[in-house]
């Protein structure tokens, strides 16, 4: 541990504003690092170097400042961490005011310095968290599986357990623009809501994108996983949009029976993420069992899309609000009551328009077998959007 120059300042400014006294931090060699006077910094102080040296606080009077290069009168005493010295602060001042003041200061600045290391060391670990997901989601089919497993025995992870994978996604977040890392901090605390809190791993992936990797192992079946990850998922969503203010959207995928198909299930879950964006409608949280067809469509040519969209939809294109009444109605399950009190309108209102789509469209949308090619038109629709 080293008292670096960004540290000493902070606790020559902290100093200064509590005692109103003048204070000097110096590094093991004695080298003035800070101080409440900027042109001392960069000299050496010769009564830190003798506190060094004997590990023993140092009071210097106005008789004795010329026995030490650079120093003035006040009290000089060391600072232990892990029982080594590791600097010394020096406080300006007759000996009667700064005593009283300097066990304190110095009791405060070692705590400090601790606070300082433990913060580091959380920062280091969530590094290689940070690192390793990242390590898994972009080729951990090719680093050998023996090397893999070990880095994740180093930060008290698993990596044999089965697991998923999930895709936060940001959008219209300004907390991401003001401060990128302290986002992530202050949404670190979502791994809590998992099952196994510590086996989830969390991962900032660029400026707006968050990974997570669940622990499955808890489930008995696919369906329980699914159901209980999508209501994770829900909670996610309220607690980063109350702290963020930001838009978001999140991706599920498979269950993975190890490690090495995790690669493979973010890159359908960044091509999913994207395509279900333009189903509005389909909710913020989607898994990938519910989102196949989606994405299946998203591979059809944009010539074979625009000529099923004209086929099926025909002038129905043209008419926005009639375009959302028919997706209403299907969301609805074809049930004209339901879908009048969704939309807060009169059932002969419904009725009206329901005729109107059927002339513009091809088939009859009431019926299952053509309701059903004017439904893919729309999602179609949606996709070229």
């Known amino acids: 541990m080293q008292v670096t120059k960004q540290l000493a300042d902070i606790i020559v400014r902290k100093t200064k504003e509590l005692t109103q006294m003048n204070m000097n931090v110096m590094d093991r060699e004695g080298v003035i690092i800070s101080s409440s006077d900027p042109k001392r910094v960069g000299t050496l102080h010769g009564g830190a170097v003798e506190v060094v040296r004997t590990g023993e606080e140092m009071i210097i009077s106005p008789e004795t400042t010329n026995k030490w290069a650079g120093t003035k009168?006040?009290?000089?005493?060391?600072?232990?961490?892990?029982?080594?010295?590791?600097?010394?602060?020096?406080?300006?001042?007759r000996e009667t005011e700064v005593i009283p003041f300097g066990r304190a200061v110095k009791m405060m600045t070692e705590m400090q310095l601790q606070q300082s290391y433990l913060s580091e060391q959380i920062e280091m670990t969530e590094r290689a968290?940070?690192?390793?997901?990242?390590?898994?989601?972009?080729?951990?089919?090719?680093?050998?599986?023996?090397?893999?497993?070990?880095?994740g025995q180093l930060l008290g992870i698993d990596l044999t357990l089965p697991r998923s994978i999930m895709i936060i996604q940001l959008s219209a977040c300004p907390a991401l623009a003001d401060d990128f890392d302290q986002a992530y901090y202050r949404v670190l605390d979502i791994t809590r809501m998992f099952r196994s809190p510590k086996q989830t791993l969390l991962a900032q992936i660029g400026r707006d994108r968050w990974v997570v990797l669940t622990d499955l192992s808890f489930y008995k079946t696919d369906k329980q996983a699914k159901e209980d990850l999508i209501a994770i998922s829900h909670s996610i969503i309220k607690t980063i949009t109350e702290r963020l203010q930001a838009d978001v959207r999140i991706a599920i995928g498979k269950g993975c029976r190890n490690v090495q198909e995790l690669g493979q299930s973010f890159r359908e879950l960044l091509r999913m993420i994207e395509t279900i964006s333009k189903y509005p409608d389909k909710g913020p949280v989607m898994h990938m069992d519910d989102a196949m067809l989606e994405l299946i469509l998203a591979d059809i040519p944009d010539s074979s899309k625009l000529k099923i969209i004209r086929e099926e939809l025909g002038g129905l294109i043209e008419h926005k609000d009639?375009?959302?009444?028919?997706?209403?109605?299907?969301?609805c399950e074809m049930n004209f009551s339901m879908t009048a009190r969704q939309m807060g309108i009169h059932r002969n209102t419904l009725m009206y328009r329901m005729e109107r789509i059927e002339n513009l469209v091809k088939g009859n949308p009431r019926h299952f077998q053509e309701a059903l090619r004017i439904q893919l038109a729309m999602m179609l629709y949606k996709l070229m959007m």
């Open 73 to 93: 009168p006040g009290i000089n005493m060391p600072l232990y961490f892990h029982d080594e010295i590791i600097g010394v602060i020096g406080i300006t001042g």
């Open 129 to 151: 968290r940070s690192y390793l997901v990242q390590d898994i989601i972009s080729g951990a089919e090719r680093e050998p599986m023996d090397i893999l497993l070990a880095r």
């Open 322 to 331: 009639l375009l959302e009444t028919l997706q209403s109605f299907y969301t």
